[in-house]
């Protein structure tokens, strides 16, 4: 930008000045002015701000300090004293005035992060719930049995099937049946048991399908604490735990994949979506109270419960798929149910 002649006072440096594409040499006279450069080259003035010129120190003592234009003009400056001083003075005074314009905006800018985290957070918090629910509430029911098929079709090579003879597995038929009845809930996915090979294990499908395994079973034999499994899992079923974790699980990937980018496609099978959407501790402790108050209701006591919570430990708290990998601690679980609710108000 041209400048008043009166400014020529703050140009006290000759030097050279090349103009790109030209090898003739004119005469050029530098100075500052604050934080800026001020140059007088082919007879106009130039006010210019430090950062848009490109400044290079000189290599050796004879040498002099080269200035280039933004538009590759070549300002060549003799090394003296006076003009590195002045130099000097103004790179640090251009420095103070950045920390002091980062000072003016970084209240702003602590603000406008700080009010962005309380949106996230609330949107997280209050609103995924609200459409996880919407959603869950639209979701057909043919759609979520049908997923509850193509889960076991896929669980054929982990979990084979039963090895229960067929006489036991109609007395496992009927007392399930009798923990259905005693939930009292009104199942939205009919519940159905379903016999796997594996652990001591247990799991709940989104579409009412209630897994036992094996080892479960023939562990806890016809104590009562097999029906205590039951009506945890049921629980799950009642209150389509898997469903709304699923779609829960989904909100998230989409919200993750929203803030951080990304545009690769997530190649994983249905059932794997499934089995991976792990109940939050509050969602067990919410099954393990509805299994102890029926427990209650059908036995006078909890200790169905605690005979089963001591058969996790006695296995290791579990194995194979995730079922207990979200619970709480089996002691917090143990001190929850000693005094089972007194109503499902809870």
């Known amino acids: ?15 050279e000045g090349f103009i790109a594409g030209n090898s003739t040499c004119y005469p050029v006279r530098v100075g500052f002015v604050d934080s800026r450069l001020l140059v007088e ?19 050796g003592a004879s040498a002099p300090y080269m200035i280039y234009l933004q538009d590759n003009t070549l300002i060549k400056v003799a090394n003296l004293p006076a003009f590195r001083q002045a130099l000097t003075q103004r ?5 103070r005035e950045f920390a002091f314009t980062w000072g003016d905006y970084r209240k702003g800018i602590v603000i406008s992060l700080c009010g962005a985290i309380v949106v996230g957070v609330t949107f997280i918090q209050l609103i995924v719930p609200l ?3 919407g959603i869950v509430k639209i979701i057909p029911q043919e759609l979520v049995m049908a997923l509850d098929k193509e889960t076991l079709a896929s669980l054929d090579e982990i979990y084979r099937p039963s090895r229960i003879d067929a006489e036991q597995k ?47 079973v023939n562990q806890l034999g016809e ?9 945890h899992e049921l629980a799950h079923v009642c209150y389509q735990d898997g469903l709304y974790g699923m779609v829960n699980d989904s909100w998230y990937q989409f919200i993750i994949e929203l803030v951080i980018g990304g545009n690769s496609i997530v190649d994983s099978s249905q059932a794997e979506a499934v089995l991976s959407a792990s109940y939050s501790r509050d969602l067990e402790t919410r ?31 579990g194995s194979g798929l995730p079922w207990l990998s979200s619970h709480p601690h089996t002691r917090d679980r143990r001190n929850s149910v000693i005094i089972p609710p007194e109503s499902l108000d809870f």
């Open 41 to 59: 080259f082919d007879d106009k003035l130039y006010d210019l701000s430090l950062a848009d010129v490109t400044i290079e120190s000189p290599i």
């Open 131 to 133: 459409l996880v629910q």
């Open 91 to 95: 790179e640090v005074k251009a420095n």
């Open 170 to 216: 109609q007395l496992l038929q009927q007392r399930f049946d009798q923990a259905v009845a005693l939930s009292e809930c009104e199942y939205k996915y009919p519940p159905q048991l379903e016999l796997r090979r594996g652990g001591f294990n247990a799991f709940a499908l989104p579409g009412g399908t209630v897994v036992l395994l094996d080892e479960l």
């Open 1 to 15: 930008m041209t400048v008043e002649r009166e400014a020529h006072r703050h140009l006290p440096f000759d030097g």
């Open 223 to 231: 104590s009562p604490a097999l029906e205590a499994v039951v009506l």
């Open 287 to 317: 099954a393990d109270l509805f299994s102890a108050y029926h427990v209650q209701q059908a036995y006078g006591n909890t200790a169905p419960m605690l005979d089963l919570f001591d058969a996790l430990d006695a296995n290791g708290g």
